[in-house]
T-cell receptor
Framework: SQQGEEDPQALSIQEGENATMNCSYK?????LQWYRQNSGRGLVHLIL?????REKHSGRLRVTLDTSKKSSSLLITASRAADTASYFC?????????FGKGTTLSVSS | SQTIHQWPATLVQPVGSPLSLECTVE??????LYWYRQAAGRGLQLLFY??????ISSEVPQNLSASRPQDRQFILSSKKLLLSDSGFYLC????????????FGPGTRLTVT
């Protein structure tokens, strides 16, 4: 079953704007990850946030985690056309991750 | 550095034909290995994962099987393809005993006609 659920399903913005996408999950987690997938390519790991962390930054990426609401958000600041991709959250422990269905981000110049 | 290879990149196969997709990892030892399928516009569905040679766990019942004949080789197979097997197949690896960061291959686009 799907653990993470991204919202919105699709997002269209202009270059320079910020993009925010959200992920909700159902059960307790040890960590949550965000991945990016360019069209027709494999996934690339972006950032991992642990359950005892509330916010994490990596370059233009900012991830927040609210374990009480079972939700996370990914903020991409000053977006570029190259940020056009699908973004997935993933949760899990043990040996396997469970991915959400993703948010498709389109950044136009 | 570690790299992961998948081949072929694209494949068109008729219904009822066999399938063999291969994935190999370089630069690491004893990885966890994963096969995912992604239908058009959908998320990733975990098909199989392996924590060691000959050790395969199946996540969903299906027309597919997986094998791990060597530590860094993971093969996805089918004896008879169905139309519903069409999709984008992704192989990934992670550090043993960890479901943390996964590293994905470039994928294989399979079209069953």
């Amino acid at each position: 079953s799907q653990q993470g659920e991204e919202d919105p399903q699709a997002l269209s913005i202009q270059e320079g704007e910020n993009a925010t996408m959200n992920c909700s999950y159902k059960t307790s987690i040890n960590n949550l990850q965000w991945y990016r997938q360019n069209s027709g390519r494999g996934l690339v790991h972006l950032i991992l946030i642990r359950s005892n962390e509330r916010e994490k930054h990596s370059g233009r990426l900012r991830v927040t985690l609210d374990t009480s609401k079972k939700s996370s958000s990914l903020l991409i600041t000053a977006s570029r056309a190259a940020d056009t991709a699908s973004y997935f959250c993933a949760t899990g422990g043990g040996t396997a991750l469970i991915f959400g269905k993703g948010t498709t981000l389109s950044v136009s110049s | 550095s570690q790299t992961i290879h998948q081949w072929p990149a694209t494949l068109v196969q008729p219904v009822g034909s066999p399938l063999s997709l291969e994935c190999t990892v370089e630069g690491t030892s004893n990885p966890n290995l994963y096969w995912y399928r992604q239908a058009a516009g959908r998320g990733l569905q975990l098909l199989f994962y392996s924590v060691g040679i000959g050790q395969i766990s199946s996540e969903v019942p299906q027309n597919l099987s997986a094998s791990r004949p060597q530590d860094r080789q993971f093969i996805l197979s089918s004896k008879k393809l169905l139309l519903s097997d069409s999709g984008f197949y992704l192989c990934a690896w992670s550090v043993r005993d960890s479901a943390y960061e996964q590293y994905f291959g470039p994928g294989t686009r399979l079209t069953v006609t």
